[in-house]
């Protein structure tokens, strides 16, 4: 999902860093998670989202588990925050994400979820006024109006009529706008590994409570579906955070529109669904705008950095 760019809090944009592996380790976790997708339409067609999420975050918590006990001060570390409040916030904020994304894959489809999702960086830039008090120059704001215009491009009833689930994938992008700046404000105090077992141990929490409610037994074949759902969770996120170690966040950021191409490829050949001209549009404003978006607070950071760093001196 698209959620999972907005993980791990490296968004202050250091020393710029660029090595073939850090973009082998990119295009690989973004195809990953692309895939994860197309299963998880699979699978919500049959079971319920908390079913399939709560199967899902026994691999995440596990994962999480695993990489707090190798971080400096172990699992320890990883449990003690100054942010708890925040934390559980980003936990919920996504496990609540992941479920609607489900369903929207199955309602709406994979294709044009994904299209929506991609106005996230769009959303990010608008909310962090009001929340993170940061100022946004013309340019940002040229570029949120046009991506808000490609949202609704995309939103517009097709020919088949309007399609009461459309808001979903656009709940989903909000959602994860608010979870991204969430992130920024806990990885002012947090390192990234208590962020993240935080992330899967609230998810895991929710998720266990209330999936008994709605299990259903998964055929054979299905739990070798759900299997590959949680590895390919484990296997994007280790992908993730090996391109992080290796390419600056300005970098990964722009390139996880790879996820939308791999996407609609898996939409079309693997279920039938057909791109209409809106959804094409639309999205090519939206990723268009995200770019220059994601470009604009690179310079933007780099600038107030050289200021500060002139300050010191």
Known sequence: MRISRFIFPKLLYPIMKSTPLGYTFTFL?????????????????????????????????AFALFLASRAPGGLSAAVATKRPLLQVLRGLI????????????????????????????????????????????????????????????????????????IWLPLICAVLGAVYGIVTRLVSRD???????????????????????????PFTTIDWAWMGGLCCTGIIGHFALIRAYENLDAVIVQPISYWQLVIGAVIAITVFGEVLRWNTVVGATIVVGAGLFTVWREWVVSRRVRRAEEEARV
Do not use: C
């Open 29 to 61: 976790a973004f195809s990953v998670f692309a895939i994860q997708d197309g299963i998880s339409k699979h699978l919500g067609v049959s079971y319920s989202p908390v079913q399939v999420a709560m199967v899902r975050y026994w691999a995440f918590v």
């Open 94 to 165: 996504l496990f609540s994400q992941i479920l609607i994304s489900i369903v929207a894959f199955t309602k709406v489809g994979l294709a044009q979820s994904q299209a929506i999702f991609a106005a996230g960086p769009i959303f990010v830039a608008l909310l962090s006024m009001p929340i993170l008090g940061e100022k946004v120059g013309w340019r940002r704001w040229t570029a949120i109006v046009f991506g808000l215009v490609g949202v609704v491009i995309m939103l517009s009833p097709t020919a088949g009529g309007f399609n009461a689930y």
């Open 190 to 216: 947090d390192q990234p590994s208590t962020s993240f077992f935080y992330l899967a141990i609230v998810g895991f929490i929710g998720a266990s409570l209330l999936g008994p409610f709605f299990w259903v």
